[in-house]
C-alpha cells in the first residue's frame, strides 16, 4: 500500500479502529451490558436473556485494563440481582433463583478463568 493510501483512511475504518481501541471495548461493552440489563428487566421470569450477560465478559478480556474482567463480573451480578427483582413473573420464583444461582456460579466461574488467562498474558 502506498504511503498516501494509508494516511486517507476512509471513515469506516478510521471507525474500526476506533471500537477496537481499549477505550472502544469498553464502551461498547458498557453499552452491550446495559442493554443487556435493560432487556433483562422487562423479560418475564424464566426467559434466560441472562445469558447474554456473557457477551461484555469476553468483551472486557481483551481490553488492556487490568480491572476490566473483575469490573465487568462485579456489575453484571448486581445486574443479574436487579433484574431478578424488577423483571415481571414468568415461572415460580424458586426455579427461578435456582436457574439464576447456577448462572452466578457459572459467570464467576467463567470470570475467574478468563482473568487468570488475562493475567498470565501481562506477565
Not at 476506533?18 to 461493552?29: N, P, R, T
Not at 448486581?78 to 457459572?106: D, K, W, Y
Request: with cysteine; glycine share 4%; charged share 10%.
Amino acid at each position: 500500500m502506498s504511503p498516501a493510501r494509508h494516511h486517507n483512511q476512509t471513515p469506516m475504518t478510521k471507525i474500526l479502529s476506533s471500537l477496537s481501541s481499549d477505550l472502544g471495548i469498553v464502551i461498547i461493552a458498557a453499552v452491550v451490558l446495559l442493554a443487556v440489563y435493560l432487556l433483562d428487566t422487562i423479560t418475564p421470569l424464566g426467559e434466560p436473556v441472562w445469558l447474554l450477560y456473557f457477551i461484555p465478559l469476553v468483551l472486557s478480556y481483551w481490553s488492556e485494563r487490568m480491572y476490566a474482567i473483575p469490573t465487568v463480573c462485579i456489575v453484571t451480578l448486581l445486574f443479574l440481582i436487579g433484574g431478578f427483582l424488577v423483571s415481571p413473573q414468568g415461572i415460580p420464583v424458586s426455579q427461578a433463583i435456582l436457574l439464576r444461582f447456577t448462572f452466578f456460579l457459572f459467570f464467576i466461574c467463567a470470570a475467574i478463568i478468563l482473568w487468570a488467562i488475562r493475567r498470565r498474558q501481562l506477565l
